[in-house]
């Protein structure tokens, strides 16, 4: 029985090797349906792990939520109202009995120079207590002061990435940058994280005392976003009702009017984390199904012809003596083979566009073990479903009429 199986395996590969062409285009066919399968897995698990990147690179806690400025839904604002927070706000919310830290910010993108060097990031404006609620510690020098944020003090505390780009391994503490048209003296340097799974940098910014923000860099009063640490994290649903409470009287809303801020805590992060991978794999499955049932479709349809082109060899190995399930387990095993060989082309294929869509900062992508295995599930899957029509349709030929066919 197994030397049946072997020879019946030996005269598919000789198959496949005499007729290349229809070989190339059932290969063709799957490999454009597993490089899609590969590249959308590859960009579903790239966009989750960027998302939790961001979330642990936020400085979250579980006793710890921030409240950001305009209507919305965790990061996607639905209002232009986006001015609403001010310091006046971000007070009241400290005088909480369950608050222990507020830390109000701004936050702009823009260009930092030095001399003749120059480089774009995020610079925020913040309190003293941005360090204490993020945890970060300085590499060299001091963080911003209470002195600093109520002179307006015009001074700058740099992340790595700005450092190395902006000073090629000098020392920066005590050197001036320039911002718009204000010079500032670096202070201090936070320590390096280095970069996420993803490739997000969280280094890449620049901090400055929140009233020197507001007073010679926005010139605008109201806030980004305000971190709320509470004292443990049972305390962090009613602090939360307490600060809408706030901040909607402060804001002057009426009882029908919707919240012009919105929350977001680790929990409210992982639930819309998890509702989106439910909404992208379902969209995966779709794709892909459609995508592996065209690459099906093209094998059994070729196959279909190659058997009318072969149909003297068909004859032949009847008279020889091949039986209905040699002929049919040899036109099953091109099937799988092609199928199989499509496959590794395919993730060959998606895994050099999913480097290429990350390398380029396309689309972030993640690749994990999972599309090899089903890419290898679904392309042995697909040549035996679509491989089955043909290779009875071959068996049953009779050999006396196929040879006398040719």
Known sequence: MSMRIFENLGQALRGLRLNRGNTFLMTLGVMIGIASLTVIVAIGDGIKVKVLDRIA???????????????????????????SMTLEDAE?????PTVRLVVPRQRKRMQIINKKE??????????????????????????????DL???????????TPT??????????GRMLRLQNNFYEVIGLLEEK????SG??????????????????????????????????????????????????????????????????PEGIMQWVTESEQALNRMLILISTVSLLVGGIVIMNILLV??????????????????????????LFESVLVSLLGGVMGIGLGLALSFGLKRFDVLPTHMTVEPFILSFVFCTLIGLVFGIHPARKAAFLSPEESIRSQ
Not at 66 to 74: C, E, K, L, P
Not at 142 to 147: C, I, K, V, Y
Not at 164 to 173: C, W
Not at 306 to 324: K, L
Request: charged letters at 25%.
């Open 92 to 96: 009241d919310l400290l005088a909480l």
């Open 200 to 265: 997000y940098d969280p280094d890449d910014r620049a901090l400055i005392p929140l009233t020197t923000s507001m007073s010679r860099l926005t010139h605008e009063t109201h806030l980004h976003s305000i971190k709320v640490v509470t004292l443990n994290p049972s305390q962090v649903p009613e602090t939360m009702e307490a600060v809408r409470q706030i901040l909607r009287r402060n804001h002057n809303l009426s009882v029908l009017a919707a919240d012009d801020f919105r929350f977001v805590t």
């Open 150 to 160: 109520d002179r307006k003090k015009r001074v700058i505390v740099l992340g790595a």
């Open 194 to 197: 280095g970069l996420t799974e």
């Open 306 to 331: 190659s058997i009318r082109e072969r149909v003297r060899e068909i004859g032949i190995r009847r008279c020889f003596g091949a039986r209905r399930s040699d002929i049919t387990l040899q036109f």
């Open 118 to 147: 120059f480089t774009s990031t995020r610079v925020y404006g913040v309190t003293p207590d941005w360090q204490l609620a993020r945890g970060w510690n300085m590499k060299d020098g001091d963080f911003l002061s209470d002195s």
């Open 164 to 173: 190395r780009k902006l000073f090629k391994g000098e020392d920066p503490i």
């Open 57 to 83: 690179n936020m400085g979250f806690g579980p006793e710890s939520f921030s409240v950001i400025a305009g209507a919305g839904r965790m990061f996607f604002t639905r209002s232009k109202n986006t001015v």
